[in-house]
T-cell receptor, first 112, second 112 residues
């Protein structure tokens, strides 16, 4: 089955700096890669996603890049704010249903 | 548009008991997936239902089961509870032909 690895497990940045979280996957058939943000006591919230026919996608301060050859994808958050502090999860899935394989999460702390 | 609803939000059970959790999807979403989230194992896929049929299944014992009703609401059942079943159980729903999944707030199950 698919194996998704996520790094780093914890990340602290100063407010206004950028944060980068990286994930690798093993199944070359995976073609959909979402990123979720989970705040304490809440369910994961979809923040951005990318499909395998696209190399990069951006939404305001958040961007995701995908390298299919190397089987890795990354989340980039620019101009970080304290409200960006949360746990971020990457995931990978095929098109054959909605079974997601999740990374182990990155706890991001933005220091004011 | 209302989000994904999960009930109950919190449950305390004892070993050997059984429990039923409920998930009401976003209107128009026909796919419902269930995940178990624990600090040690992270987010793990349990199963997915679409049009009242189980479409995918993860690597969990038969004590974990589910079903989906004609209105797309889903329930999952855990029988003969074990201490290790203590976790946050999340459901995520999606439109059938797209992969974007939206999570509910989860049910926190504690097994004593």
């Amino acid at each position: 089955g698919e194996n998704v690895e996520q790094h780093p497990s914890t990340l602290s940045v100063q407010e206004g700096d950028s944060a980068v979280i990286k994930c690798t996957y093993s199944d070359s058939a995976s073609n959909y890669f979402p990123w979720y943000k989970q705040e304490l006591g809440k369910g994961p919230q979809l923040i951005i996603d990318i499909r395998s026919n696209v190399g990069e996608k951006k939404d305001q301060r958040i961007a995701v890049t995908l390298n299919k050859t190397a089987k890795h994808f990354s989340l980039h958050i620019t101009e970080t704010q304290p409200e960006d502090s949360a746990v971020y999860f990457c995931a990978a899935s095929r098109n054959t249903g909605n079974q997601f394989y999740f990374g182990t999460g990155t706890s991001l702390t933005v220091i004011p | 548009k209302a989000g994904v609803t999960q009930t109950p939000r919190y449950l305390i059970k004892t070993r050997g008991q059984q429990v039923t959790l409920s998930c009401s999807p976003i209107s128009g979403h026909r796919s419902v997936s269930w995940y178990q989230q624990t600090p040690g194992q992270g987010l793990q896929f349990l199963f997915e239902y679409f049009s009242e049929t189980q479409r995918n299944k993860g690597n969990f014992p038969g004590r974990f089961s589910g079903r989906q009703f004609s209105n797309s609401r889903s329930e999952m059942n855990v029988s003969t509870l074990e201490l290790g079943d203590s976790a946050l159980y999340l459901c995520a729903t999606a439109v059938s032909h797209r992969n974007e999944q939206f999570f509910g707030p989860g049910t926190r199950l504690t097994v004593l």
